[in-house]
C-alpha cells in the first residue's frame, strides 16, 4: 500500500503539517503497524476552525453555487479513477473485504456526483404577505461544520455528510476516528486536485477525547454531524449544546426485518443474511433481528443456515465475504454477546478458519434462533456478525417486537399483501423502511436517519441539503 500523502499529517488550511505526537494505525486482519497518524488535539482543532472560517470570508465564501457542484463533481471522477487505491487502503484499514470496499469508494464517488449536481438546485421561496411587501427565503450555509466520522464506513459517511455540507457551501472540519482515516486523507487530497479552495475541507485525526472533543465543544463552529455510539453521540450533542450548535445524530440501530407467511423466502433471503453480515455486521444499519411468522420459522431457518454455510472468513486483501472486526475491544464486545447467547439455540455458526493470523480481529459469525425479544441480544447493537430470529403468530405481535427497541433506523416488510405492506410501513417506528427489499442499492439519493435511540436529523439524499444550511426570511416592506 503506498498512499500519495503523508498519512502523519493533519491538512489546515489548504496545508499539510504534522502534529508533536502521532498514533499507531493497525491493519485489523493480522494486527500489524501500518502506519502512523496525526495525534491532533485542542490545538490543530482551533486552527482548523480558524482556517474554516477564514475560508467561508474569503475564496470559498465566494464561490458561486454552481462552481462548488462542479468541484465536487471533478471530485467525484477523481475519486472513481482512484477506487482501486481506495478499497485496498479501506482493506488494510478498516479489515473490510476488497469488494465492499470497492462499493464504499464508489459510493463516495456517487455521492459527490449527487450533491454536485444538486448544488446549484436547492431554491429559497416567495412568500404572498401583507400588503406592500416582498417576501423571500434564501437557503444560506451554517457556516462552519464539524464532521465525526466512525471507523465502520468512512468513505461513505464522509461522502454524505462533508459532501452535502461543501454542496451548501459550508467549511468542514473533518475528524476521522483514530482506528480508521487513511481514505479520509485520501480524500482531502483528491479534493485539492479537485480544486476545492484551501480551507474549505481540514482533516484532523486524533483520539476521540482529545480532538473528538475539541471539536464538539467549539465555540467557532456552526454545525456538527455525528455517527458513532450513542454514548459519545449524547456527548457530542451535550457538548455541542453548551454553544447552541445544531447537531445531527446517526447513533446505530437493531434494525428488523419482517418476514410474513406469504413473503417470497428466495427473493428476501439474500437480504436477510447480507444485511446482518455485510461488514461483518459493523453497520449502523445492519439487520440484526429476523422476525419471522413462526409456520415458517423452521424453513427459513434451514434456508439461512445454508446461506451462512456458504460465507468465509479471512483476510479482507484476499476478499473473504466477512473480515475481521476492527480492533481488539470490538473482538472482545462481540465475544461477550456470544457468551449471553451460550443459553440460545443455534441455526447456524460460522468459525473463523484456524489458519488465520492470531493477531487478527475475528469473530465466528452467529444466527440465533429462536431467541426471545427481550434477551439482551434481541435488544442491544451488537456490533458484529450475530442475527437473531425471533418467531411471531399475528401482524400485532411483529409490529409490536419490531418497535420493541430504543431504537429505529431502518426496517423491511417481506410480504405480497399490499395493504398490509401500506400498513406496517406507517406504524414501524423506524426511519426509513423497506418493503419486499432492504437497503434499496445503498441509496445515496434516499434520506437517512433514525428515531429514538438511533439518532436525529437526515443525511444522504435531497433532505442532507436542508439540513446543512439554514434559511433566512427576508422580509422586504415597499410600499
Ligand atoms: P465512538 O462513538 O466512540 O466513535 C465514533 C467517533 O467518535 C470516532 O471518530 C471517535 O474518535 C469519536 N469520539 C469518541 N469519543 C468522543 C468524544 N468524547 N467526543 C467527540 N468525539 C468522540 O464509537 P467506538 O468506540 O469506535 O465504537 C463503539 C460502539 O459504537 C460500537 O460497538 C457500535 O455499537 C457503535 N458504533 C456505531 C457506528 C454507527 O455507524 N452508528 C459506528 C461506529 C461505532
Known amino acids: 500500500m503506498t498512499l500519495p500523502i503523508d498519512p502523519s499529517h493533519v491538512l489546515i488550511g489548504g496545508t499539510w503539517r504534522p502534529t508533536d505526537e502521532t498514533l499507531p494505525l493497525h491493519d485489523p486482519s493480522d494486527g500489524s503497524e501500518i502506519a502512523r497518524i496525526a ?15 477564514a475560508a467561508l470570508d474569503g475564496e470559498w465564501g465566494r464561490t458561486t453555487a454552481v462552481e462548488r457542484g462542479r468541484i465536487l463533481a471533478r471530485l467525484g471522477r477523481i475519486v472513481a479513477d482512484n477506487v482501486e487505491l481506495l478499497a485496498e487502503t479501506e482493506a488494510h484499514d478498516v479489515g473490510k473485504p476488497l469488494k465492499q470496499a470497492r462499493a464504499d469508494a464508489l459510493a463516495l464517488a456517487r455521492y459527490c456526483e449527487f450533491y454536485g449536481g ?5 431554491h429559497g421561496a416567495t412568500i404572498p404577505y401583507l400588503d406592500g411587501y416582498t417576501v423571500y427565503t434564501l437557503r444560506e450555509p451554517h457556516g462552519v461544520t464539524g464532521h465525526i466520522v466512525p471507523w465502520n464506513y468512512p468513505m ?19 475528524k476521522p476516528a483514530e482506528d480508521a482515516c487513511l481514505t479520509a486523507l485520501l480524500f482531502a487530497h483528491f479534493a485539492q486536485q479537485a480544486g476545492l479552495p484551501g480551507g474549505a475541507l481540514n482533516v484532523v485525526p486524533g483520539l476521540g477525547a482529545e480532538a473528538g472533543a475539541a471539536l464538539s465543544g467549539h465555540p467557532g463552529l456552526h454545525h456538527i454531524s455525528f455517527t458513532g455510539s450513542v454514548a459519545t453521540g449524547a456527548a457530542v450533542q451535550i457538548a455541542a449544546g453548551a454553544n447552541v450548535v445544531p447537531v445531527t445524530l446517526e447513533l446505530g440501530g437493531k434494525s428488523p426485518q419482517i418476514v410474513f407467511e406469504d413473503a417470497d ?4 433471503l439474500p437480504f436477510l443474511v447480507n444485511a446482518g453480515l455485510q461488514n461483518a455486521g459493523q453497520t449502523c444499519s445492519a439487520s440484526s433481528r429476523i422476525l ?7 424453513t427459513l431457518a434451514a434456508r439461512m443456515a445454508q446461506a451462512y454455510g456458504a460465507k468465509r472468513i479471512g483476510r479482507a486483501i484476499d476478499d473473504a465475504d466477512l473480515g ?10 462481540v465475544e461477550r454477546y456470544l457468551g449471553l447467547g451460550a443459553d440460545l439455540p443455534v441455526i447456524a455458526r460460522i468459525e473463523p478458519g484456524a489458519d488465520l493470523p492470531e493477531n487478527g480481529s475475528y469473530v465466528p459469525a452467529c444466527l440465533f434462533g429462536p431467541v426471545p425479544p427481550d434477551h439482551a441480544l434481541a435488544q442491544e447493537e451488537i456490533f458484529g456478525p ?10 400485532d405481535e411483529a409490529l409490536r417486537i419490531a418497535n420493541g427497541t430504543e431504537y429505529g433506523l431502518v426496517a423491511s416488510i417481506w410480504t405480497r399483501d399490499g395493504a398490509r405492506q401500506m400498513r406496517l410501513a406507517r406504524k414501524v417506528r423506524s426511519g426509513q423502511v423497506f418493503i419486499n427489499n432492504y437497503g434499496a442499492g445503498g441509496g445515496v439519493e ?6 429514538g435511540k438511533s439518532g436525529h436529523g437526515r443525511e444522504k439524499g435531497f433532505e442532507a441539503l436542508y439540513g446543512f444550511s439554514t434559511l433566512k426570511t427576508v422580509a422586504a416592506y415597499h410600499g
Request: some cysteine; glycine content about 10%; overall charge negative.
Open 265 to 268: 423466502l428466495g427473493a428476501a
Open 324 to 333: 475481521p472486526l476492527i480492533n481488539p475491544t470490538q473482538k472482545a464486545r
Open 386 to 395: 450475530v442475527q437473531v430470529m425471533i418467531p411471531f403468530e399475528t401482524e
Open 292 to 298: 419471522v411468522h413462526a409456520s415458517l420459522f423452521d
Open 39 to 53: 495525534r491532533g488535539g485542542a490545538a490543530e482543532i482551533d486552527a482548523a476552525v480558524t482556517a474554516a472560517q
Open 156 to 174: 461513505q459517511i464522509i461522502g454524505r455528510s462533508v459532501g452535502a455540507a461543501l454542496a451548501m457551501g459550508n467549511a468542514c472540519v473533518l
Open 446 to 451: 434516499l434520506p437517512f436517519g433514525g428515531v
Open 118 to 122: 444538486a448544488a446549484d438546485k436547492v
